[in-house]
């Protein structure tokens, strides 16, 4: 049962990150846009939206899944 307590959480590599938006647009629960780098403002609301998502839509790969 020790799984059940990991959590995993989008991570945003700020040296990759350009500031496009994409991520905030699918998922502005857990993003926010800030002097054009994306912030992960509530990591535990990935739940409610597939953060995959924007894993696969960031243009530069900023954008990694860890688990805690
Ligand atoms: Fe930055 Fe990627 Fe989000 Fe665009 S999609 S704002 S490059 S983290």
């Known amino acids: ?3 059940d307590f990991s ?3 989008p991570v945003v590599d700020w040296d990759l990150c350009i500031g496009c938006g994409s991520c ?3 998922c502005p ?3 926010e846009l800030k002097d ?4 992960v403002i509530a ?3 990935c739940d409610t ?8 839509i960031c243009p530069v790969q900023a954008i990694s ?4």
């Not at 054009?36 to 912030?39: E, I, N, P, S």
């Open 29 to 31: 629960e857990v993003f």
């Open 24 to 26: 905030v647009e699918i």
């Open 1 to 3: 049962m020790e799984g």
């Open 7 to 9: 959590m995993k959480k």
């Open 65 to 68: 899944i860890v688990e805690e």
């Open 49 to 56: 939206c597939n953060c995959q998502e924007t894993v696969d």
């Open 36 to 39: 054009d780098k994306a912030y």
């Open 43 to 45: 990591p535990e609301k």
